[in-house]
């Protein structure tokens, strides 16, 4: 196995330390909605922690092709419970710090003439910024509509 730039490999780590927290996140979520009664949401947010494990594979098996072991810690997204406004703000965060690290890592492994790293972060920053933009959808539905109407349609 070829030994990996160093800045490749952490910032690998990196956004696989945001998967995982994302993974988590959403995985919480998910449970929380259903057990509370919107199982829309629940079954929105169970996809989205099984899309998130995806994006944490390719990123251990690309870890794994420079024989580094894959790091699991990561700090937990910190989300208000039974305040869905507040836990879309915290998932938007999220989203974005992981947009930003994968923006980072596009154009570095680009620089550093690494092809399948720099196609990993390509295709990790598209689904990122495709959650930015459903967000941001979702933050002008219930400005529109209000939260109460919103989450009276997610039961």
Request: no cysteine.
């Amino acid at each position: 196995m070829p030994a990996g730039p160093k800045q490749i490999i952490d910032i690998l780590q990196s956004s696989l330390a945001l998967h995982w927290a994302a993974v988590e996140s959403y995985t919480l979520q998910s449970r929380h909605y259903a057990t509370y009664g919107y199982p829309k949401l629940a079954e929105k947010y169970a996809g989205d922690a099984e899309e998130e494990r995806g994006h944490a594979q390719k990123l251990i098996d690309r870890l794994e092709f420079y024989d580094v072991t894959p790091e699991a810690q990561h700090d937990s997204v910190v989300w208000p419970r039974h305040d869905f406004v507040g836990a879309l703000e915290a998932n938007y965060q999220m989203e974005l710090a992981a947009a930003n690290i994968e923006r980072g890592g596009f154009s570095m492994a680009i620089e550093l003439g690494d092809a399948v790293s720099s196609e990993i972060f390509k295709d990790l920053l598209a689904d990122s910024e495709a959650s930015l933009i459903e967000i941001e959808a979702i933050r002008a539905v219930i400005e529109e509509i209000g939260l109460d109407n919103y989450l009276a349609n997610q039961a």
